[in-house]
């Protein structure tokens, strides 16, 4: 939820931070401010509501005088509205200081309280200005900025990541961070802080992740890292796989678009290193078998899509591994006292590896005492350093607000851990395993004939379509997460009430809705491989086709038995059931992008979220 980027060195800071702040706005758009200290030592801001165009055309119309120490932030509202007022940075201390905030502060009102007491006046509704006027009052008496930093962050409760420059220290950026992500870009003679490593990507691949509670002081030459005491610590340095390009739009219409077409390489770049001799071999997962051999129990806990794609990963596991899964909706998890322990691993999934409910529910699993594994997409980030395994997908940076190549990455990691998980628990043998790995394999290779053969064909129809006020999705098995998907992305990029069942479920309710012409998307299982599904699901589809529903088939090549009731068919290759999800959930993406386009909406920014949610 919003983005943030600091930076210090010999080059003008304004198009650094503008540039960065590109990069980040999938975290939040509701507003954008810069504030950077002149080569005159003159700290000046510019904060607009609206995208970071508005504040882009404004800096255009109206340039603020450019100098080498900067921090820029781009907003997801919390406390206040989007407006110039709310946006960040926020100054105190006679307007000398600068901060800009990721996070909720939850004291932020009796702290206020107690600095108007004080007779300091506020001029935003935000928790943010809060800090920054503490941080002023600190600064005041210390006259150290990193000193005042950690006064500062001792009184505050919630979640934060806060940076700061005081215009009487030029050439220094001071940051801190506890339960919201900050990483630091070394750069030569530079360095740069991020929300992530996308802030800073197109200058330096090399970066160092900061731990909870941390401190960190950037000046061109020198990264200082603390905690909240003042205690020298250890950082951990890494290199960003990603390059630049891969976090660009490239000629595509949107990063959406783009990152569908991706969903091939998404695939293949997870499976890649992991496969030796027909077998999977996860190295992050060597000498670490104890994880999977003293369980009794596997909970996933994700949320939105990516839940789904843990509901995906519970039939894997439980057909190859034998193991009882439970899948959990993150934010629900730790509020209702599970029952776990020590025989227990809990598996998040992430994209950004910072989306909060699903952090918090992994520290309370450690806390029980169960083991923690985490699937994420993001080096660097905070749920994967508080897990004890990682499995990374590799989808590359995912932009657009709607998760799409990460969510088919995630099967594929959760399928590469079911089939190990199934290895080192003697549930399967060497030949079952390279069989399903062979299916895997292919799978690239399928969902890039979909997108050859389908996309023009849906985004026709979704054009028709975009008039239609609701649409619903059915499937069975694997099918129903991937209906939930559908559902989940029509909605959240075309404001379209959407909602996906099981097939089996209709006739227990939901099929009271349909009415003539109401548009429903069916996955229907493979006559091959599942013809016992095929022929319910081939059933299902009669019953409301008789009531006046329009079908959308997602269905096998050569599926003859649908096309008697099929108003649209979409052709998915021939697979075994367990990987039909990762190929069904392609016409799903494609057909919500097309519905949007078609209403003219951003597909990349749909209106009130954000990509990351670091807040509860
Ligand atoms: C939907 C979507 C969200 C995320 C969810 C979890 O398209 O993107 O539902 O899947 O917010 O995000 P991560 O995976 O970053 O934890």
Redesign the pocket.
Known sequence: MCGIIGYVGPRPSQDILISGLARLEYRGYDSAGIAVIDGEGGLGTRKRAGKLQVLRDDLAAHPLADGTTGIGHTRWATHGGPTDANAHPHLADDDKLAVIHNGIIENFAELKSELVAEGYTFRSETDTEVAAVLLGREYQASGDLVEAFRATVSRLEGAFTLLALHRDQPGLVVGARRNSPLVIGLGDGENFLGSDVAAFVEHTRHALAIGQDEIVAITPQEVTVTDFSGDAVDVEPFEVVWDAAAADKGGWSSFMAKEVSEEPEAVANTIRGRVHDGLVQIPELDGLDELFTGIDRVIVI?????AYAGMVGKYALEQWARVPVDVELAHEFRYRDPVIGPRTLVVS???????MD?LMAVKYAREAGAKTLSICNTQGATIPRESDAIVYTHAGPEVA???TK?FVAQITALYLLALHVGRVRGALTDEAIAEQVAQLEAVPEKIARVLAGEQEHIEQFAHWMADTRSVIFLGRHVGYPIALEGA??LK?ISYIHAEGFAAGELKHGPIALIEPGQPVFVMVPSPTSSPLLHAKVVSNIQEIRARGARIIAVAEEGDAAVLPFADEVLRIPLAEPLFEPLLAVVPLHIFAMGLATAKGLDVDQPRNLA???TVE
Do not use: N, P
Request: glycine share 8%.
């Open positions: 994700a949320c939105g899509t990516a999934i992430s994209q950004s590896g910072e989306t699903t607000v709607a998760s990460a989940l992305k959240e990509k990351s949610v």
